[in-house]
């Protein structure tokens, strides 16, 4: 299991933390408050993406153009100003994901690299790809500070083929531990669909399923049954 994959288009396929492109030429008819416009015009005409985010709204009505709810976190330079934004679907040209943790190591604090390392291949040893966003994952993409010395490290954990659930929580006690820097984050349990691995930890009776266009409370021994069987299957 893994997930979505991002396709552009009318009205394209994305899940929570994908990050799209926009065309320059769009930014005009973004729904945006005045005070933002000149924040989100430099940082389309800079090439940097926005990353989707959870539609608050429900769905487009029949006959309205479909829209996608995006985030931009603007850098310490600017104040660190987290600018919400509804976008035309159709201007939306490219997306992608994160960056992996693999490749986010060398952009990070030099006292934090080794153990981010050692975080990577126990996550790898799992069957499980990494993906940083949050501070990290942003100051890779763009060059931009965001990173400061109480800066969470913020993982989008993804099963692969051979995925065991019981070795990552295993892995995610281990992580639970750090302080410097803090581990946190979400496991994708099914495409557009993560839980935060540090509420699976407390072995509740339930975990908050975060999705694209959905929030809720769902079981959390069955979840993790699901990922069982995909192993064993």
Excluded at 9 to 36: C, S, T
Excluded at 87 to 113: E, H, K, M, N, Q
Excluded at 138 to 155: C, F, K, M, N
Excluded at 191 to 207: G, K, M, Q, T, Y
Aim: aromatic residues 6%; contains cysteine.
């Amino acid at each position: 299991m893994s997930r979505r994959a991002c396709v552009p288009g009318p009205e394209p396929v994305l899940a929570r933390h994908d990050l799209v492109w926009l065309d320059p030429a769009a930014w005009p008819m973004l729904e945006l408050p005045v005070e933002m416009r000149e924040h989100v015009h430099g940082w389309i005409a800079a090439g940097h993406p926005a990353v989707v985010r959870r539609q608050d709204a429900p769905g487009n009505g029949a006959g309205a153009a479909a829209t996608v709810a995006l985030g931009i976190p603007l850098p310490q330079r600017l104040g660190r100003r987290r600018l919400a934004l509804q976008a035309p679907a159709d201007a939306v040209v490219r997306c992608g994901r994160f960056p992996s943790l693999a490749a986010a190591i060398s952009t990070a604090p030099r006292r934090w690299r080794e153990r981010l390392a050692e975080v990577a291949s126990l996550l790898g040893g799992c069957g499980a790809a990494a993906f940083v966003y949050g501070s990290l994952g942003w100051q890779r993409l763009t060059g931009e500070v965001y990173l400061h010395p109480a800066s969470d490290i913020d993982l989008l954990i993804a099963p692969r083929p051979g995925f065991d659930v019981d070795d990552a929580l295993d892995a995610f006690h281990s992580m639970a531990a750090d302080v410097s820097p803090r581990l946190d984050g979400e496991l994708v349990v099914a495409p557009d669909r993560a839980v935060a691995w540090r509420e699976l930890l407390a072995s509740p009776d339930e975990v908050l399923l975060r999705g694209r266009g959905t929030l809720s409370l769902v079981p959390a021994a069955p979840l993790l049954a699901g990922l069982r069987r995909e192993r064993a299957a």
